[in-house]
């Protein structure tokens, strides 16, 4: 018997709300909590009958996993909150603002032990593979914009 794993998303923007539709449309998860800091939002969010809550260390002890899909300067602070509290963790891209952060979250979490993952989900799709494949003419890239 397959168990769902209980997850909560912190973030309910565009990003943070596509998960939740993935995530409620998924025997394979539990929803467990909507992370969302602004009060209004919060309340729309509950008139949708989503479980809400607006810090995480409100988020139900049950929960084992965490995406995060916050605006990216909260990316480093709130994936280090979240770690300490043992949780796995999807951080949406990029991981933090600086590679110091960057690095900062993954040094907690290779000391909690936990899994952590950042959402590069496009990475495998037709279009992005068909562009390295342009591109791999053109030498060692650094960036593309």
């Known amino acids: 018997m397959t168990h769902a794993l209980p997850?909560?998303?912190?973030?309910?923007?565009?990003?943070?709300?596509?998960?939740?539709e993935v995530a409620q449309?998924?025997?394979l998860i539990a929803l467990?909590?909507?992370?969302?800091?602004d009060a209004a939002r919060r309340a729309e969010l509950r008139?949708?009958?989503l479980p809400v809550v607006a810090h995480p260390d409100?988020?139900?002890?049950?929960?084992?996993a965490a995406v995060i899909a916050t605006p990216t300067g909260a990316h480093?602070?709130?994936?280090?909150?979240i770690i300490a509290q043992g949780l796995a963790v999807i951080v949406e891209k990029p991981l933090a603002a600086t590679v110091a952060e960057g690095r900062a979250v993954i040094a907690a979490a290779q000391r909690a032990g936990v899994p952590l993952l950042t959402g590069h989900h496009r990475r495998?799709?037709?279009?992005?593979i068909k562009a390295r494949q342009l591109l791999s003419d053109?030498?060692?890239l650094v960036g593309v914009q």
Do not use: W
């Open 7 to 20: 997850l909560c998303v912190i973030g309910a923007g565009s990003i943070g709300m596509r998960h939740v």
């Open 25 to 27: 449309a998924s025997p």
């Open 138 to 140: 053109l030498g060692d």
């Open 58 to 64: 409100d988020i139900p002890k049950t929960t084992k």
């Open 76 to 81: 480093h602070q709130t994936a280090v909150e």
């Open 124 to 128: 495998c799709h037709p279009f992005a």
């Open 47 to 49: 008139a949708q009958g």
């Open 32 to 37: 467990t909590a909507v992370v969302e800091a």
